[in-house]
């Protein structure tokens, strides 16, 4: 198996510390991405997207290498929601190198439906993580 | 003397006694076997020469006098009297002449007094002018019909009866029959009736009335009524009316007959009319009025003035006005002719009530009709029944988030769990950890686990069709259904299928995007799911025709046994290789359907495969 996610970077942002590790296992055991950032809030992660000194420490990001957001929606203090409309006052230069996912339990369909109307959504994932049905949208 | 070819002349004295009135004179005359006369004394001289003829010549017979005498009428009687002389009877014939303008009937009677031996007749006879009495029977006759002929034209019936009851007249407007007419003649009552098979009854009470009218000799009047051939009711107006004589002996009865039929039903209609809106005004259990044009109240039913309080009601019925009366009409007058009726709200000494006021002002404007009614109570029950709404609204909104939520936090778990043993296998397969022993009990937690969340999504999309109005969307068919292979492009990596979606579409469809994604989601899972021919196919056509959304899912799998056909859209119906199934899929595709109004059909061959088609009805854009 060819090992795509080697360029590409990783902001996981899930309260669930097991399906945080979890999704992190299931990304190293498909082929070990560069960086790997898990982030347990939406506000810390944020402000990480929101500094560009943190965001040097990602590394350098392009449209080409972007930064892949796999959000969880319910969380607690800020939900997934929340998260994208404040991601949308962020920066373009940071936000056109982001790809977002959302990676829930949820099968709600108004969160389902919410979530394709955003524009920063590529897709919504259902935990856990299909890395082949991932792979689809970088092929 | 044969006179047959002599000059006959005529002295003016004889002229004058045949004109004379009353002129009666014995004649004799001789006629031969022809009924030639062969010899006229100066009786009938002075007839003849009555006819201005300077002289008569040839021979003559009464005949002959053509055309001073109307023969038609004559020549019967002639007849008559010559086979009458052959007998030795005496005989009379009439016969009027024409001369000099004026018209002259003479009678002549006469018998046979002898034969000669040449066979001539001798005839011995008075010849008389009858004109006068001619005259008078005919003005008789002009008389009686002329007041034949106004009577029959009388718009009312009209007999004549003597004074036992015996018809002398009748006119026609009575019996329009004329043979029937003349028959009754004579007869009575109870003949009639006898004769044209009729009620008795009615001639009984005639007779009652009319031994009355006859023995008070005064005027009786009644009415009668009888079954008309249509079998309604004709009413009559009769009278009898004595006609007394000179020393107050009866006469004559007349009877008139008034048919008074059109004015007793109308009057019996009205009577109805009258009937029926004073049924309705006291059964109605609605207030009904009626105003003057400048709000007067003319009229009320017991309904209305028992929505007024006890004292204001007892006033307005004497037409007195009080503070809450003028109140109320200025509200009826003032709801006149709105659509649909006007909703009021007044304040009755501290009672408030609602009412629905609905009038229209009467064609020619002059009055207002209306009808209230008192909504007070359904008012306060629609207000009820709104806040009752509200709150089933929120519980049920409250329960949507709840089924949510807990389905979200009953999956959170599994989702869990699966990662985990997904982690596990992984880490087994790319040798990094040993899981052999344990490796059989993750898979059957692994299938537990996916049992139970596939059941929790489905009792969700279940509740959702139910629950969730129709929402249209313009969406692209073959996108969704590609996004419905992705999810599943490693579902079963032992048996490699070929997703394949076949779509005519052109544009997207307005369709309900989240009932169409649960449609295909379940059917194309099914395919996938119980496919037994690795390098098989699934195939989805996507079709629009006539108005119709065509949706073809096929594979070529291994087929539906077909003792299962008719159960297989059945709530918790599950076949037999189906291990890891709720039953609940095609039962919520079905219900699925039903709620869009589509059609869902399959073909199914065993170990050959399955196709179901639905059928939709597209949203007329």
């Not at chain 2, 449609?519 to 098989?536: Q, R």
């Not at chain 2, 539906?560 to 039953?583: P, V």
Request: hydrophobic share 40%.
């Amino acid at each position: 198996m060819p090992l795509p996610f080697e360029k590409h970077k990783f902001l996981l942002i899930d309260d669930s510390d097991i399906d945080s590790i979890i999704t992190s296992k299931i990304l190293q055991l498909s082929g070990l991405p560069k960086e790997q950032i898990t982030i347990r809030h939406a506000m810390p992660a944020l402000d990480l997207l929101g500094s560009e000194l943190e965001i040097a420490k990602v590394g350098p990001l392009s449209e080409d290498n972007p930064l892949i957001v796999l959000l969880d929606i319910h969380m607690p203090e800020m939900n997934g929601f929340t998260f994208l409309e404040r991601f949308d006052h962020l920066p373009a230069e940071v936000t056109d190198c982001c790809k977002v996912f959302l990676l829930t339990s949820s099968i709600d369909p108004t969160d389902i439906e919410r979530a394709n109307d955003n524009r920063y959504v590529v897709r919504v994932l259902n935990k856990p993580l299909n890395v082949e049905e991932l792979l689809l949208y970088f092929l | 003397m044969p006179i047959a070819s002599s000059k006959i002349s005529f002295d003016g004295s004889a002229r004058a006694a045949a004109l004379s009135g009353n002129h009666s004179a014995a004649f004799v005359k001789t006629v031969d076997r022809f009924s030639v006369y062969t010899f006229l004394d100066t009786a009938w001289e002075a007839v003849v020469g009555y006819l201005g003829q300077e002289g008569y010549e040839g021979q003559a017979t009464t005949l002959n006098l053509s055309p001073w005498i109307e023969l038609s009428s004559l020549a019967p009687q002639q007849r008559l009297a010559i086979e009458r002389l052959s007998r030795g009877l005496p005989y009379s014939i009439e016969f009027t002449i024409k001369a000099l303008g004026q018209s002259i009937t003479l009678q002549e009677s006469g018998f046979m007094v002898g034969v000669d031996d040449k066979g001539q007749q001798k005839i011995q006879g008075f010849l008389q002018n009858i004109t006068a009495q001619r005259q008078a029977l005919e003005e008789m006759e002009r008389q009686r019909l002329f007041y034949e002929g106004t009577l029959n034209k009388m718009p009312v019936e009209l007999v004549v009866l003597d004074k036992t009851q015996h018809y002398i007249f009748c006119n026609k407007t009575a019996i329009k029959n004329d043979e029937l007419r003349a028959w009754l003649i004579g007869k009575t009552d109870l003949d009639y009736c006898l004769h044209r098979g009729k009620d008795p009854k009615t001639v009984a009470l005639r007779q009652a009335y009319f031994n009355q009218a006859v023995s008070t000799k005064q005027e009786v009047e009644w009415e009668e009524v009888q079954k008309n051939e249509f079998g309604e009711n004709d009413y009559n107006l009769k009278r009898y009316s004595p006609i007394l004589g000179p020393d107050g002996e009866i006469l004559i009865v007349i009877g008139y007959g008034f048919n008074i039929s059109d004015r007793r039903r109308a009057e019996i209609r009205a009577k109805e009319q009258d009937e029926l809106i004073r049924s309705l005004a006291e059964n109605v259990q609605e207030g009904i009025y009626r105003l003057s044009a400048e709000g007067k109240l003319l009229f009320a039913n017991d309904a209305f003035y028992d929505l007024m309080p006890e004292l204001v009601a007892e006033k307005m019925r004497k037409g007195i006005s009080t503070d809450i009366a003028d109140r109320v009409l200025a509200m009826l007058l003032d709801a006149e002719g709105k659509e649909s009726g006007q909703e009021v709200s007044i304040d009755l000494q501290g009672r408030s009530r609602n009412w629905l006021i609905s009038s229209r002002r009467t064609a020619d404007g002059m009055f207002v009709d209306g009808v209230v009614i008192d909504i007070t109570h359904l008012k306060e029950v629609q207000a009820d029944l709104e806040r009752k709404n509200a709150e089933l609204e929120k519980a049920y909104m409250e329960l949507d988030k709840f089924v949510y939520s807990a389905s979200h936090d009953l999956r959170a778990p599994l989702t869990s769990i699966l990662g985990l043993v997904k982690v596990m296998e992984t880490e087994h397969e790319q040798k990094l950890e040993d899981f052999t022993a344990a490796l059989p009990y993750v898979g059957m937690i692994k299938t537990s686990v996916t049992r139970l969340d596939d059941f929790v999504k489905e009792i969700i999309q279940y509740y959702r069709n139910n629950r969730t109005e129709i929402h249209h969307k313009e969406t692209d068919l073959a996108l969704l259904t590609q996004a419905i292979y992705d999810s599943l492009s490693h579902y079963r990596p032992e048996v490699p299928l070929k997703l394949e979606v076949v779509s005519h579409l052109e544009t997207p469809l307005t369709v309900d995007a989240s009932r169409l994604n649960i449609i295909l989601n379940n059917l194309i899972i099914n395919s996938v799911k119980y496919h037994d021919k690795p390098g098989g196919f699934v195939r989805t056509t996507l079709t629009h025709q006539k108005g119709h959304l065509c949706i073809e899912v096929e594979d070529n799998g291994p087929g539906i046994q077909a003792e299962h056909h008719t159960k297989l859209f059945d709530m918790f119906y599950r076949i037999g290789f189906d291990e890891t199934g709720s039953g609940l899929g095609l039962y919520i595709v079905q219900e699925t359907i039903k709620k869009l109004e589509g059609t869902l059909t399959f073909e199914s061959s065993p170990r050959k495969g399955t196709k179901f088609t639905v059928k939709l009805p597209l949203q007329q854009v």
